[in-house]
């Protein structure tokens, strides 16, 4: 993802990291030379090209702007459902870790440093939901949090989150019997452990539950049907400016139909999605803080944009 500081407006006009039109030039410049193309032979052959009337495109494009704000809210709610299933993640990790320093009890045999395989498990289980969401099959990242055979048997796993989530509910049944908790203090670490778990599912349901293909089939024909019909109907009404004016519309509308299957994937690894691997690394630091582990080195981006 990248987050860029809005400083000068005409260093916006001219940004190209993170934006659309790197994907859609080439059907820009296709357009733009069609339209020349159609204005010379208007003239040259006026019988052949025939001009339509302006106000038919006047009606298609305020309907298809209304379709397309649709499909770009659609798409939205998808990326910010996303964003607010991974603050969540963030809220009820830090909750668990604060949880699990301060109500377990500790003794000559159980010490903090005994409490950092469930840290370790947490941290494990956000950056294996990073992986399965952006469908990563490299998970040798993971080996330093976990223990060896725990890692060996969650690599036979399909849902390696849902295996580690379920690691770390047995570590806490275990401080339970153990005599470390009472059953009320147990009680408020399943509920975070619960929110783990439902923000695994959600994330899952993002995945997995697209918006219906049949909306991107009739938005990408109306878009594109529109753009290449639309210089026959200005042509007679500004001449020689027809193809800018054309690519300028065109750029409007290809530009919002890119954007919206985009950000219909949030866990994407393309320049405008998630930053999760940015959020992974704050809970890896946040959680290393609390429970006084070794920090991990700090990825600081550079002034103009972050890129995860």
Request: net charge neutral; with cysteine; aromatic share 14%.
């Amino acid at each position: 993802m990248i987050v860029r500081d809005k400083k000068h407006i005409i260093q916006m006009l001219f940004v190209w990291k993170g934006s659309v039109l790197k994907k859609i030039f080439p059907t820009l410049i296709a357009i733009f030379v069609f339209s020349w193309l159609v204005y010379f032979c208007h003239y040259l052959y006026p019988d052949v090209i025939i001009p339509l009337n302006v106000g038919a495109f006047a009606l298609v494009g305020i309907s298809l702007a209304i379709f397309l704000g649709f499909c770009n809210t659609a798409a939205y709610d998808r990326f910010w459902e996303g964003r607010k299933q991974w603050g969540s993640l963030v809220i009820h990790s830090r909750s668990l870790a604060f949880q699990i320093q301060n109500y377990i009890a500790e003794n000559e045999q159980f010490s903090k440093k005994d409490k950092r395989e469930a840290i370790n498990l947490i941290i494990a289980f956000c950056y294996a939901l990073n992986k399965q969401l952006r469908e990563k099959k490299d998970y040798e990242t993971l080996k330093g949090y976990l223990k060896e055979q725990v890692y060996q048997e969650m690599l036979t796993k399909r849902f390696k989150p849902a295996y580690l989530l379920n690691e770390l509910t047995k570590w806490m049944a275990e401080q339970q019997r153990a005599g470390r908790m009472d059953t009320i203090t147990q009680a408020r670490i399943d509920a975070n452990i619960d929110q783990l778990s439902i923000v695994l599912g959600a994330c899952e349901r993002i995945v997995h539950t697209k918006i219906p293909f049949v909306y991107f089939v009739i938005l990408h024909r109306i878009v594109y049907v529109y753009c290449f019909i639309l210089p026959f109907g200005l042509i007679d009404l500004i001449v020689w400016t027809m193809p800018f004016f054309v690519t300028f519309v065109a750029y409007t509308f290809i530009a919002l139909d890119a954007v919206v299957a985009e950000i219909a994937e949030p866990f994407g690894l393309e320049e405008n999605d998630l930053a999760l691997d940015q959020m992974c690394a704050n809970i890896e630091y946040s959680l290393s803080e609390i429970s006084e582990m070794p920090l991990p080195e700090i990825v600081r981006p550079d002034n103009n944009y972050i890129v995860t």
